[in-house]
């Protein structure tokens, strides 16, 4: 079972900027697919970006334009980066690890911005 724990959660003002960031315990380059997803209060996850094994990226339009997903393989991590942040981007934050095996998930990291 892959272990990811997210980090870089928090406040922040609308129009500012944060970084996410997954440590897996894994070799990120293995997974087939890296993403983050959201969870907004009374709503269903959904997906922001990802990233497959290519390097290939896919955003969500909400965050098109706003957001960077990238891995570092020297640390070992799967980042989003999102600038010009809104009030509808307030969610909790999960990673996400596709394998043939299976899916695995992160604990969720909240993200809030105030208007």
């Known amino acids: 079972q892959v272990q990811l724990v997210e980090s870089g959660g928090g406040l922040v003002q609308a129009g500012g900027s944060l970084r996410l960031t997954c440590a897996a315990s894994g070799s990120i380059f293995n997974f087939n697919t890296m993403a983050w997803y959201r969870q907004a209060p009374g709503k269903q996850r959904e997906l922001v970006a990802n990233i497959n094994r290519l390097g290939r990226t896919n955003y969500a339009d909400s965050v098109l334009g706003r957001s960077t997903i990238y891995r570092d393989g020297r640390m070992n991590t799967l980042n989003l980066e999102m600038n010009s942040l809104k009030a509808e981007d307030t969610a909790v934050y999960y990673c996400?690890?596709?394998?043939?095996?299976?899916?695995?998930w992160g604990q969720g990291t909240q993200v809030t911005v105030s208007s």
């Open positions: 996400n690890a596709m394998m043939p095996t299976g899916n695995s």
